[in-house]
C-alpha cells in the first residue's frame, strides 16, 4: 500500500464515527470477519477479472452487493447455481464463529 496516499487521501474519510477501520486482517481472521459480515460491498468500477473476495464471501454465506463488471456476474450466477443443485456441492457452516468449507461430493 501506498502510506502517502493513505495518509493524505484516505485516513481523512476515516475520521467518520459510523466507520471502524480495521486495517489488514490475516486468512486466519478473513473467515470469522466475512461470516459475520451482513454484506460484503464491492464497489468495483472496472472489469474484475476474477474476484476472489467474494468468492470467499460467499463460501461464508455473506451476501455481495457489487456492480455488473467483469467475472462479478458469473460469480453470482454460479454462487445461486451451486445453492440450486446441492447434491453436486455442499456448503457447510457451524455456528459462530462461522467457519465455511466447500466440498465437491
Known amino acids: 500500500m501506498d502510506q502517502q496516499y ?3 487521501e484516505i485516513e481523512p ?3 467518520d464515527p459510523l466507520i471502524e477501520y480495521l486495517g ?3 486468512d486466519a ?3 470469522e470477519f466475512l461470516g459475520h459480515a451482513m454484506a ?3 464497489p ?3 472489469p474484475e477479472a476474477f474476484g476472489l473476495v467474494l468468492i470467499e464471501a460467499l ?3 455473506t451476501p455481495v452487493l457489487a456492480y455488473r463488471r467483469g467475472s462479478i456476474t458469473e460469480i453470482i450466477i454460479v ?3 451451486l445453492r440450486m443443485i446441492p447434491h453436486c456441492f455442499s456448503v457447510e457452516t457451524t455456528a459462530r464463529p462461522r467457519t465455511c468449507v466447500m466440498s465437491h461430493t
Open 79 to 81: 454462487a445461486a447455481y
Open 59 to 61: 463460501a461464508c454465506g
Open 13 to 15: 474519510l476515516l475520521s
Open 29 to 31: 481472521e478473513k473467515h
Open 24 to 26: 489488514e486482517i490475516t
Open 6 to 8: 493513505f495518509h493524505t
Open 44 to 46: 468495483y468500477d472496472w
Open 40 to 42: 460484503l460491498v464491492c
